[in-house]
């Protein structure tokens, strides 16, 4: 079988099949861009690395090594910092869009911050924003 050792990256414009030294370095760069967008979410948050792993139940040790690409988490892990983040998997990997998408990355930025606060806060905050809205739309006829 010519595909033993080799893996299978999905995405959902293609299908890839990689060779060996393809797929070590692709795990590689996979590695290392999940670990910036777990860094990146987590202060955008405003969580210590302590915070996150009480968060997602898993070891401070194991945030420290995800965050320094030295390991490759679980699915299993890798889920549960996703509900911490209140995103899917899916969202979890999405490496590039944000970059692309500036109005996106503000509004994901504001999701993250909300996440960690009280509903009642955001309750509060969301009418702040709505009425603030509304207001510079009058004043701007």
Do not use: W
């Not at 987590?42 to 997602?56: F, P, V």
């Not at 299993?76 to 969202?91: C, D, G, K, S, Y």
């Not at 490496?95 to 109005?103: D, G, H, I, V, Y």
């Amino acid at each position: 079988m010519p595909y033993l050792n080799c893996i299978i990256s999905c995405d959902l414009q293609s299908i890839v099949v990689l060779s060996d030294s393809r797929k070590d370095r692709k795990m590689s760069e996979i590695r290392r861009l999940l670990s910036h967008r777990i860094r990146a979410l987590r202060k955008q948050s405003g969580l210590s690395q302590e915070e996150l792993a009480d968060a997602a139940d898993v070891s401070l040790d194991a945030i420290g090594r995800l965050e320094r690409s030295e390991v490759t988490p679980s699915v299993e892990t890798l889920q549960q910092i996703a509900q911490v983040f209140q995103m899917t998997l899916a969202e979890l990997f999405r490496f590039e869009e944000a970059k692309t998408n500036p109005l996106r990355e503000e509004i994901e930025q504001l999701s993250l911050f909300l996440a960690t606060k009280p509903l009642s806060d955001v309750r509060f905050l969301a009418k702040m924003l709505r009425d603030t809205a509304r207001y510079l739309e009058e004043v701007r006829r």
